[in-house]
């Protein structure tokens, strides 16, 4: 699977473009604020249907124009297919499947794409909400039922706080308490058994990037009760406990949408010990570690973007990291200044150079010596 | 570019495109068709309209449309007394019709919703439950769940499972091979035959 081609009209600062390109390594160069962060932007938000950033879609339209558009097309197994998002200020994005608008971002084909972007490192030290939103995404990416269930409970969440709020009877809140326990236990179970199959690939990439030796771990903490041993029974004992002072404090207090998910590295929480080295490829491993589940649940290549990481990885590590990305899927890449070494058999790279928003291809296909 | 119509036709078309569903463009083509119609079926259609506020009235039994106190489903000696089939809006019952259901409905007026501002005593299930404890010849078996499988339709569901459980009689929901979030409204019929024969027993916790 990889992108052939894309065109994209008034997205940020983006100057209208249309590219063609291979399924090997893109390499976007240019100067800070030059769009070549808003161009990986552009086909992330194509590709999975949100923005990395997640602004507000007036941002994602060029300064003075009323509508942005990117368009890609995907090849895929011998076949292609085009997808395409119209963002039109005040009103909502338009999908469309070769040409087609489609509701609730019902893809018949999905494009299998990761992006690592600088700001990602909020995973890591951000709150836990930030954590959660991330293993919500990556799941429901795999396993759209998953988001089903998230808005469903985010839904009876909320209906359950008004009441609380309104210190409504005691036996129209149970039957919220019963929907969030219900829903919840779904929701909990997939997060830990995403959490099962993305560990063992991140300790992996962990230790590619941050040391081999490491003894690393993942925790998942449940937002007042117990994650361990029969979940529903574990909910319904912590409801129970916390009823007064949910009472009191007029909010639900124990469910998944209070989870954490805890880092450790030696024994101690990355959020609050590790460096923002150790942070950055932690989160660059998670990234990863979404990629492989993807590989191995999708039995597909995976497309990734790699936003301003380069310059920040000596040469061993990048060797490794390409080692792992290169020639199994199609890679996107921002540098600032000179184009990094490339390691051995990678010589052969697109440039695309980006400035004022403008993308040219005068580097066009360049050979490097090893 | 309607401007330039008569004043009349321009009214008629914004009435029209104030109608669900209806776009500019439909209303106008609505507009023509009168237009082009007889007086006599102009005539039909006003008739109809006016009587639509005048005698259309909700069941006092059970809160489907009716255009006397009583709707001709409870008038219907034939259908099964026994079996009360709970929807949310009146026009589900027509939907739960076509799927083959020969008993009484309920018609509880909505759902749930705080965050709409619709509590329990904002949908007829007092109502509800005075019909269900009924004894004698209109004594009910059967109460069967037909709420939209969204989450609103299912916790009103189960709140009101709750309530029935003391009565002691069969409390059924429709089984959901349902979408989640769906809407009986776009419910094919098959799937809703198919939902109303494999209901089952709700667990009331
Ligand atoms: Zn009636």
Redesign the interface.
């Known amino acids: 699977m990889y992108i052939s081609r894309v065109k994209m009209k008034n997205f940020r600062n983006i100057s209208p473009v249309s590219l063609s390109f291979q399924p090997s390594l893109v390499v976007l160069q240019g100067g800070n604020a030059q769009g070549k962060t808003n161009f990986l932007e552009a086909l992330y938000l194509v590709s999975r249907g949100i923005s990395p950033r997640s602004q507000k879609d007036e941002e994602l339209v060029r300064w003075g124009s009323e509508a942005a558009s990117v368009a890609i097309r995907v090849e895929s197994g011998g076949t292609w297919f085009n997808r395409e998002v119209r963002v039109q200020l005040g009103k909502k994005k338009v999908w469309l499947n070769n040409g087609h608008p489609i509701t609730k971002k019902r893809w018949q084909e999905e494009v299998w794409l990761v992006g690592y972007f600088p700001r990602d490192i909020g995973i890591i030290e951000g709150s836990p909400s930030e954590r959660r939103h991330f293993v919500d995404e990556a799941l429901s990416y795999v396993k759209p039922?998953h988001r089903?269930?998230v808005?469903?409970y985010e839904?009876?969440l909320?209906?359950r706080n008004?009441?609380l709020r309104?210190h409504?009877r005691g036996?129209?809140i149970s039957?919220?308490t019963?929907?969030l326990i219900k829903t919840g236990t779904c929701i909990i179970e997939n997060r830990i058994r995403y959490g099962e199959l993305l560990t063992p690939y991140l300790r992996d990439f962990y230790r590619c990037l941050g040391g081999e030796n490491v003894r690393f771990e993942v925790q998942y903490i449940g937002g007042g009760y117990d994650s361990k041993g029969d979940l529903r029974a574990n909910l319904e004992r912590a409801f129970l406990r916390s009823e007064n002072e949910e009472r009191s404090r007029e909010i639900t207090l124990v469910g998944p949408h209070r989870d954490d998910i805890l880092f450790l590295l030696e024994g101690k929480e990355f959020r609050i010990y590790g460096s923002q080295g150790e942070k950055k490829s932690l989160a660059l491993s998670l990234k990863m570690a979404e990629m492989a589940v993807i590989r191995k649940v999708k039995n597909s290549k995976v497309i990734v973007l790699l936003d301003d990481l380069f310059s920040e990885l000596d040469p061993k590590r990048r060797q490794l990291l390409f080692k792992e990305i290169l020639g199994k899927g199609q890679v996107f890449i921002t540098v600032t200044d000179d184009i990094p070494q490339m390691p051995e058999g990678w010589e052969e790279y697109l440039v695309l150079g980006v400035q004022g928003g403008r993308i040219s291809t005068a580097g066009e296909r360049e050979k490097k010596n090893g | 570019m309607t401007d330039t119509y008569p004043e009349s036709l321009r009214r008629l078309i914004a009435s029209f495109s104030r109608l669900p569903g209806i776009g500019p463009k439909s209303a106008q083509r609505l507009a023509f068709f009168l237009i082009k119609s007889s007086p006599e079926e102009v005539e039909e259609l006003v008739g109809s309209l006016s009587e639509i506020k005048k005698k259309i009235r909700l069941c006092s039994e059970c809160g489907f449309y009716a255009d006397k106190d009583r709707c001709a489903v409870c008038n219907d000696p034939s259908r099964d007394r026994s079996t009360l089939c709970i929807v949310e809006r009146p026009q589900d019952v027509l939907i739960i019709e076509k799927a083959g259901y020969r008993g009484l409905y309920h018609v509880l007026g909505g759902s749930i919703s705080p965050m709409r501002g619709v509590g329990p005593d904002d949908l007829s299930i007092k109502r509800l439950l005075e019909r269900l404890n009924a004894t004698g010849s209109e004594k009910i078996r059967e109460a069967i769940l037909a709420t939209n499988p969204s989450l609103d339709g299912e916790t009103t569901a189960l709140y009101i499972a709750r309530k029935v459980k003391p009565l002691g009689l069969r409390t059924t929901i429709i089984a959901r091979g349902l979408p989640l979030g769906g809407d009986l409204e776009f419910t094919d019929e098959g799937t809703l035959t198919q939902a109303l024969e494999g209901r089952r027993e709700i667990l009331t916790g």
């Open positions: 039922s089903a269930y808005k469903r839904r009876a909320a209906q008004i009441l309104e409504a036996d129209l039957v919220y019963e929907e």
